[in-house]
């Protein structure tokens, strides 16, 4: 197949008093994002995509939150492993876009610093990422943080 493509999902609830993480990048919050490592919850939905894409198992089986190895672990090594995955398949990136559903903080501000570090953790240029930023209009989940993300590979 020359093309695949692959979509990852996460959620994570705020906790007080950690370091928000997402996309690599400290945001500077009253609160982060709790979980077993880091929380960043797009990272999550991109290693999600990526491990999709080439049919691979996903994160929570790659990664099970039961084993202590991956408490507190940077979420960069997840997504490290899901490229090595996606390179033996024999596939490249062309281009990635997400979306993060979060009530706070803006996430405008550091749009360009979470996707040039997206692009550098995945070894493409920044105008191949795509990220927006939603506010969760009814939904309920202001505690929350939500990522959505696609990736669209060929074959390398
Ligand atoms: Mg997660």
């Not at 930023?133 to 939904?139: D, H, I, R, S, Y």
Request: proline share 6%; with cysteine.
């Amino acid at each position: 197949m020359r093309l695949r493509i692959g979509y990852g999902w996460d959620s994570h609830e705020f906790k007080a008093g950690i370091p928000l993480k997402i996309g690599g990048v400290t945001l500077p919050h009253a609160k982060g994002l709790g979980g077993h490592s880091d929380g960043d919850v797009l990272l999550h939905a991109l290693t999600d995509a990526l491990l999709g894409a080439v049919a691979a198992p996903d994160i929570g089986s790659l990664f099970p939150p039961s084993d202590p190895q991956w408490k507190d672990a940077d979420s960069a090594v997840f997504l490290r492993e899901a490229l090595k995955r996606m390179k033996a398949a024999g596939y490249r990136i062309a281009n990635i876009d997400s979306t993060l559903i979060l009530a706070a903080p803006k996430i405008g501000p550091h749009s360009a610093s979470i996707r040039e570090n997206v692009a550098k953790l995945l070894g493409i240029p920044a105008d191949c990422v795509g990220l927006k930023a939603k506010t969760p209009e009814g939904m309920g989940t202001d505690n929350a943080a939500i990522a959505h993300a696609v990736v669209l590979l060929e074959k390398a």
